[in-house]
């Protein structure tokens, strides 16, 4: 068949469809709407990489990075500290997450696998994270600000392994069920027992997949404000202790944006840009090693 | 043939008691942990009430029907935010929804080759990781001074319809649901993409072959069959859109009294409020945010346990 015939695709029983009938008419709005829909969806993706690109490099200096925030009205200044208790909070919070996360997500993948228990567990991480942030603030507020006195990176810690948690179990067991199951029919079969199989060859074939779960979760909780907005609060000065208020980059962005100097507004979009490139160059590096990965 | 066992022969070794017990102990020892994990969300939750059983015993269930929040005099009610987390919310889904079950479609059908398609999947999902509090500060210096002109032609021309019934003054309900719609999108496409591409292609090829058009198979064959997950994937929206905290706080005005029903007043979520006064507070007040945070607590456990249970008892069976 050459081009369409017209002519006999009104003839019923033809496989022609008239371009002019309500069905297709209607099939090409509906295709010409998805895509306007898509289009759309990606305007506020650009338009915050770009405002935050275009506001974010006017302070992206050298200062922004040593030193302390200015007082409110004066320009200069930078967030050294932010900067310093956002690591020092995501650090306690992944050295408190990592250890639990795997060795849960070792009994869901290696033991616990299809029994009742471990879909229970599975039920109520699922449900965990998608507790708000802001209630994880709360409780951590009560289990370490209110029993220590103080506001602390500790607190903001605790607060961001929970918030971490879920994230890192559910890839943590997804990287070791993906590792074949000849793997552990050989190791077993050498004499091998459950604990040398999972931690000299199950474990070990997953480590790239899991350590990609949890550069994912980090970056993720490094972007966090909500958890540590009343757990590690804010401070204007350097840390000396983890048992001080902790200035972070999340919280600096909130409090800095929200306030009336242009001097802060301007640092407030400096470390936007630091956060949004942490997150967005973590997320595209887990792509391309997953990509990588399944070919 | 000798009967005793050659115990010389590495075929015959036995493990030692040591040994066994070690192993059984890292067996057990990882069900503690997973167990741990799992009780963490009821530790969660019997830690907030345990500190909000002050307000719990003063207040009672009339804390969730007044809307008066009143540090000075020591009355506190949620009425004002439950009802801001609420309509945030709905505006969001009312926004993002339709948007992002299009976006779904577009993107698991064969409109596009895989390879122009794969990036724009990874896009959408990349407005997901946008930290909250960046969409905060785009939306103060960006998206408010664009959506106030905006704002005052509705008031305008339809300000006798009682939702654009006052003059918004830059921050408001509308902007924080328009913010919480761009970050729920990502959840309700990318759900809903997964919904329909687990669809068996079979159910496509014999659509088309009884002669539907593309879009008549999507309405009539492959959205019913992927409705439980795309339903599961906006409940899932639902949750994260009321606990939303940051970029809420940062535009909705955090007024705490509800003066109209228009969308275009300023308002507070039960998120904004205790993202707003936790730092500072005291005593009653501070058991009085944390009975707040438990009602946040519930009302999204609500939601995510019934996405779990639409998802499971709906999910298509063949």
Same mark, same amino acid.
């Given at each position: 068949m050459t081009a369409p015939d017209f002519a006999t695709a009104r003839r019923p029983g033809s496989l022609n469809r008239k371009p002019t009938s309500p069905r297709t008419l209607f099939a090409s709005a509906m295709t010409v709407l998805s895509i306007f829909f898509t289009l759309l969806a990606l305007i506020p993706l %650009?338009?915050?990489?770009?405002?935050?690109?275009a506001n974010g490099l006017s302070r992206l200096d050298v200062a922004a990075f040593t030193q302390?925030?200015?007082?409110? =009205?004066? =320009?200069?200044? =930078?967030?050294?500290?932010?900067?310093?208790?956002?690591?020092?909070?995501?650090a306690i919070a992944a050295v408190i997450s990592i250890p639990f996360g795997v060795v849960a997500a070792i009994y869901l993948s290696e033991f616990g696998r299809d029994t009742r228990l471990a879909d229970w567990v599975n039920f109520f991480t699922n449900v965990l994270s998608g507790v708000p942030s802001i209630v994880i603030g709360a409780f951590a507020y009560a289990v370490v600000v209110l029993t220590t006195g103080t506001f602390s990176a500790v607190a903001g810690g605790v607060a961001l392994a929970i918030l971490m948690l879920p994230t890192i179990v559910r890839t943590a067991a997804e990287a070791l069920e993906s590792v074949p199951n000849d793997f552990?029919?050989?190791?077993?079969?050498?004499?091998?027992?459950?604990?040398?199989?999972?931690?000299?060859? %199950?474990?070990?074939?997953? %480590?790239? $997949?899991?350590?990609?779960?949890?550069?994912?979760?980090?970056?993720? $909780? $490094?972007? /966090?404000? $909500?958890?540590?907005?009343?757990?590690?609060?804010?401070?204007?000065y350097w840390n000396t202790t983890i048992w001080q208020p902790t200035a972070t980059l999340s919280r600096l962005v909130f409090s800095f944006a929200t306030a009336p100097y242009p001097g802060q507004q301007e640092l407030a979009w400096t470390a936007s840009l630091v956060l949004v490139a942490l997150v967005l160059v973590t997320s595209i590096l887990a792509r391309l090693v997953t990509q990588r990965r399944h070919k | 043939m000798a009967l005793t066992t050659d115990h010389s022969s590495p075929m015959n070794r036995q493990r030692s008691g040591f040994a066994r017990s070690l192993d059984s102990g890292f067996v057990w020892g990882t069900a503690a942990v997973a167990i741990a994990v799992g009780l963490l969300l009821a530790v969660i939750a019997l830690q907030v009430g345990e500190d909000a059983l002050p307000a719990i015993q003063k207040f009672g269930l009339g804390f969730l029907v007044s809307s008066r929040w009143s540090v000075i005099d020591g009355e506190f009610g949620a009425l004002t935010q439950i009802y801001g987390t609420i309509v945030t919310s709905l505006i969001a889904l009312f926004l993002a929804v339709p948007i992002g079950v299009g976006?779904?479609?577009?993107?698991? /059908? !064969?409109f596009l080759p895989p390879r122009i398609k794969q990036p724009i999947v990874f896009l959408v999902e990349l407005l997901a990781a946008i930290p909250s509090v960046v969409y905060g500060i785009w939306g103060i210096f960006v998206l408010i001074p664009i959506l106030r002109p905006f704002g005052i032609w509705l008031h305008e021309t339809l300000g006798w319809i009682p939702l654009f019934a006052t003059a918004p003054a830059g921050p408001g309900i509308y902007a924080a649901g328009l913010v919480l719609a761009i970050m729920i999108l990502p959840i309700i496409a990318a759900i809903s993409r997964d919904a329909m591409v687990a669809v068996p292609a079979e159910l496509r090829q014999a659509a088309y072959g009884l002669g539907a058009t593309r879009w008549e198979t999507i309405f009539q064959i492959l959205l019913p069959a992927g409705f439980s997950g795309i339903a599961g994937g906006v409940m899932l929206a639902l949750g994260r859109a009321m606990g939303e905290t940051m970029a809420v706080t940062m535009l909705i005005?955090?007024?705490?009294?509800? !003066?109209?029903?228009?969308?275009?007043?300023? =308002?507070?979520? %039960?998120?904004?409020?205790l993202a707003n006064q936790f730092a500072e507070a005291g005593g009653l007040q501070i058991s009085a945010l944390m009975y707040a945070a438990l009602v946040l607590f519930a009302l999204t456990l609500v939601v995510n346990i019934l996405a779990e249970i639409v998802v499971r008892r709906f999910s298509l069976k063949l």
């Amino acid at each position: 068949m050459t081009a369409p015939d017209f002519a006999t695709a009104r003839r019923p029983g033809s496989l022609n469809r008239k371009p002019t009938s309500p069905r297709t008419l209607f099939a090409s709005a509906m295709t010409v709407l998805s895509i306007f829909f898509t289009l759309l969806a990606l305007i506020p993706l %650009v338009a915050v990489l770009a405002y935050v690109l275009a506001n974010g490099l006017s302070r992206l200096d050298v200062a922004a990075f040593t030193q302390l925030p200015p007082a409110p =009205g004066l =320009g200069g200044g =930078g967030f050294g500290n932010a900067l310093l208790g956002t690591l020092l909070t995501v650090a306690i919070a992944a050295v408190i997450s990592i250890p639990f996360g795997v060795v849960a997500a070792i009994y869901l993948s290696e033991f616990g696998r299809d029994t009742r228990l471990a879909d229970w567990v599975n039920f109520f991480t699922n449900v965990l994270s998608g507790v708000p942030s802001i209630v994880i603030g709360a409780f951590a507020y009560a289990v370490v600000v209110l029993t220590t006195g103080t506001f602390s990176a500790v607190a903001g810690g605790v607060a961001l392994a929970i918030l971490m948690l879920p994230t890192i179990v559910r890839t943590a067991a997804e990287a070791l069920e993906s590792v074949p199951n000849d793997f552990r029919q050989a190791s077993i079969g050498l004499g091998a027992t459950r604990l040398q199989t999972t931690l000299k060859i %199950v474990f070990p074939a997953a %480590v790239p $997949a899991i350590l990609t779960g949890i550069m994912l979760a980090i970056a993720r $909780a $490094a972007g /966090e404000t $909500a958890p540590v907005l009343f757990t590690a609060s804010f401070s204007q000065y350097w840390n000396t202790t983890i048992w001080q208020p902790t200035a972070t980059l999340s919280r600096l962005v909130f409090s800095f944006a929200t306030a009336p100097y242009p001097g802060q507004q301007e640092l407030a979009w400096t470390a936007s840009l630091v956060l949004v490139a942490l997150v967005l160059v973590t997320s595209i590096l887990a792509r391309l090693v997953t990509q990588r990965r399944h070919k | 043939m000798a009967l005793t066992t050659d115990h010389s022969s590495p075929m015959n070794r036995q493990r030692s008691g040591f040994a066994r017990s070690l192993d059984s102990g890292f067996v057990w020892g990882t069900a503690a942990v997973a167990i741990a994990v799992g009780l963490l969300l009821a530790v969660i939750a019997l830690q907030v009430g345990e500190d909000a059983l002050p307000a719990i015993q003063k207040f009672g269930l009339g804390f969730l029907v007044s809307s008066r929040w009143s540090v000075i005099d020591g009355e506190f009610g949620a009425l004002t935010q439950i009802y801001g987390t609420i309509v945030t919310s709905l505006i969001a889904l009312f926004l993002a929804v339709p948007i992002g079950v299009g976006i779904a479609i577009f993107l698991s /059908e !064969d409109f596009l080759p895989p390879r122009i398609k794969q990036p724009i999947v990874f896009l959408v999902e990349l407005l997901a990781a946008i930290p909250s509090v960046v969409y905060g500060i785009w939306g103060i210096f960006v998206l408010i001074p664009i959506l106030r002109p905006f704002g005052i032609w509705l008031h305008e021309t339809l300000g006798w319809i009682p939702l654009f019934a006052t003059a918004p003054a830059g921050p408001g309900i509308y902007a924080a649901g328009l913010v919480l719609a761009i970050m729920i999108l990502p959840i309700i496409a990318a759900i809903s993409r997964d919904a329909m591409v687990a669809v068996p292609a079979e159910l496509r090829q014999a659509a088309y072959g009884l002669g539907a058009t593309r879009w008549e198979t999507i309405f009539q064959i492959l959205l019913p069959a992927g409705f439980s997950g795309i339903a599961g994937g906006v409940m899932l929206a639902l949750g994260r859109a009321m606990g939303e905290t940051m970029a809420v706080t940062m535009l909705i005005g955090n007024a705490n009294t509800i !003066d109209s029903f228009s969308i275009l007043s300023q =308002g507070s979520t %039960v998120a904004s409020l205790l993202a707003n006064q936790f730092a500072e507070a005291g005593g009653l007040q501070i058991s009085a945010l944390m009975y707040a945070a438990l009602v946040l607590f519930a009302l999204t456990l609500v939601v995510n346990i019934l996405a779990e249970i639409v998802v499971r008892r709906f999910s298509l069976k063949l």
